[in-house]
Nanobody
Framework: QVRLLESGGGLVQAGGSLRLSCSAS????????MGWFRQAPGKEREFVAA????????AYADGVKGRFTISRDNAEKSLSLQMNSLKPEDTAVYYC?????????????????WGQGTQVTVSQ
């Protein structure tokens, strides 16, 4: 059973930066494809970014390309999301997710394990 715990959320002004972290336990991080999703009030949870297992390629939602960077440290069992040039529309609860099989990684169904989420609020 993989357990995920997010941290690093908070309140930031538009144009600012935040770095989210996700610590993993109960599994071998290098064998997992990892992703970040977010859910704004009244909206469905949506894909943000993913990084393939064994340090492979990355994928981003169109709305965050060039602003967000996903990275992983397999030795430290951690996943990060560096978020720059934040916009009010980035306000959401951000979730870390892990996938045993790297298929459908831009969809919720592609992931087996989820963290509890961390709130990111971007003010005008």
């Amino acid at each position: 059973q993989v357990r995920l715990l997010e941290s690093g959320g908070g309140l930031v002004q538009a144009g600012g930066s935040l770095r989210l972290s996700c610590s993993a336990s109960g599994g071998t991080l290098s064998t997992l494809t990892m992703g970040w999703f977010r859910q704004a009030p009244g909206k469905e949870r949506e894909f943000v970014a993913a990084i393939m297992r064994y340090g492979g390629g990355t994928a981003y939602a169109d709305g965050v390309k060039g602003r967000f960077t996903i990275s992983r440290d397999n030795a430290e069992k951690s996943l990060s999301l560096q978020m720059n040039s934040l916009k009010p529309e980035d306000t959401a609860v951000y979730y870390c997710a892990a996938s045993l099989i790297p298929a459908g990684i831009t969809t919720r169904l592609g992931y087996n394990y989820w963290g509890q989420g961390t709130q990111v609020t971007v003010s005008q």
